[in-house]
């Protein structure tokens, strides 16, 4: 079994990987879905502000190209 700290990298290498598009829409996703969950341990309504909030930094992350490597 892998430690933390080798499935991190290997995650890490695999969302390097994706095309500018792909990770941006991975990181919307991942942002709509951790708001989705804390709004439900909080037990409020957050699903607006979840999907606006997903959108909006898909959008950042691809306009910013934020896995682009430096060189």
Do not use: K
């Amino acid at each position: 079994m892998d430690g933390p700290r080798q499935l991190y990298r290997r995650a890490d290498d695999w969302a390097r990987g994706l095309s500018r598009l792909r990770y941006a829409l991975l990181a919307g996703v991942v942002v709509t879905v951790s708001v989705l969950a804390v709004g439900v341990l909080l037990d409020t309504s957050t699903t607006a502000f979840a999907v606006t909030m997903g959108v909006i930094l898909a959008g950042l992350y691809y306009a910013g190209d934020v896995n682009a490597e430096d060189g």
